[in-house]
């Protein structure tokens, strides 16, 4: 067997042995696990199997599919507003990563010191996952099209099949400790992604993305450490700016419907962060962009605590991993009950990625 593979066949065999395990389960909760856990996969080897055939949907499709689950997380609105007020890049640049060298067995051993050096309870569960390493992750070169990285989890094994595309900079280490911390969380909760935390499932890796830029750059003086960081940052600008457009065209009846995305494309046209082109922003619509701002939110929070109390940071994240069968809003107000505000530390956290760019300008 080939060195850190594993092929759609691998998942297969997992279906077949969690329909074994399905037909003797007594336990109403562990039935319900494994269910989903099914269902999971055969979405999975439905989109395998029409890779090749997908149908681009239609802008207003997208749109609607937004609105929809726009309006029921009605909870959140006010801080995406507040995010996309507060939030600017005065003072940062998107600059291209350098071509990195980094081996595959250079990524697995860098991210596994990375999550030695965060603490016991991390690290052991980090490596309950990562000893199947060799079965369980794959890297493969990006095809265009494809995302960074892929972790599929079957919560009711534990177990998480890892696929990391390759682009040859430094994307491809904070792909894999973003990966590793997906296949991380389902170790220490097996129903971290059950479907009301979907909203929040980005909280763990996003933080641990945030983190590793430093102590990457403390290890190697790796300046590109920080690019990725403002890069990334930048990024989730358009997604911000992406959901306060959305928001601004809520109100609109179906017959409007086709007039909405006529707006939004004229929207993004004046978007205040629009170095994209037209059409690249409007790719946007079909990301998960409500996901990503509400985690990065949040994980820009729990950065602001790391900084003055490693701890307590970790602590609190291991919280908000152990929290389960709430509503997307209950899990909103038991985070915030921790002490998490979300927007109270932005102003902060830009401020450190201005010094961050001064360091990154003197190449
Ligand atoms: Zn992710």
Redesign the pocket.
């Known amino acids: 067997m080939g060195k850190y593979n594993w092929t759609i066949d691998d998942l297969k065999a997992k279906f077949k042995l969690l329909e074994e395990l399905i037909s003797h389960e007594k336990d109403a909760q562990r039935i319900e696990l494994i269910d989903s856990d099914l269902n999971f996969l055969l979405n999975i080897f439905e989109e395998y199997d029409s890779k090749d055939t997908i149908q681009q949907p239609k802008y207003i499709d997208l749109y609607r599919e937004y609105k929809t689950k726009y309006e029921g997380i009605k909870f959140l609105w006010s801080d995406f507003q507040r995010f996309n007020s507060l939030a600017n890049s005065n003072g940062l640049k998107v600059f291209d990563l350098k071509k990195s060298r980094l081996s595959s067995d250079d990524l697995l051993s860098l991210t596994h010191d990375f999550y030695k050096s965060l603490d016991k309870f991390f690290f052991e569960n980090f490596l309950k996952t990562f000893k199947d390493r060799q079965t369980h992750i794959r890297f493969q070169t990006y095809a265009d099209g494809f995302h960074c990285?892929?972790?599929i989890s079957i919560s009711a094994l534990k177990e998480s099949f890892i696929d990391i595309q390759r682009v040859f900079d430094l994307q491809d280490l904070f792909a894999t400790v973003?990966?590793y911390?997906?296949a991380t969380s389902v170790q220490i909760n097996d129903l971290h992604l059950q479907l009301n935390k979907e909203l929040y499932?980005?909280i763990d890796?996003?933080f641990m993305e945030i983190i590793f830029a430093d102590y990457y750059y403390q290890q190697s003086n790796d300046k590109d450490a920080y690019t990725y960081r403002i890069n990334n940052y930048l990024e989730y600008l358009v997604y911000s700016n992406m959901i306060s457009l959305l928001l601004s065209l809520m109100n609109f009846d179906r017959q409007q419907e086709i007039k909405t995305v006529k707006g939004l494309r004229n929207g993004i046209q004046k978007s205040k962060f629009n170095y994209l082109p037209l059409e690249e922003s409007f790719e946007y619509l079909k990301y998960p962009c409500e996901r990503y701002i509400t985690c990065y939110m949040i994980a820009i929070e729990l950065y602001n605590i790391y900084k003055q109390d490693k701890d307590k940071a970790l602590y609190l994240l291991r919280k908000i991993i152990y929290m389960s069968n709430l509503s997307s809003k209950q899990y909103y107000n038991n985070i915030k009950r921790l002490g998490i505000n979300p927007n109270q530390s932005i102003s902060d956290f830009q401020k450190e990625l201005q010094s961050n760019m001064k360091r990154i300008r003197k190449r």
């Open positions: 990285g892929e972790t973003h990966e911390s997906h499932v980005e890796p996003l």
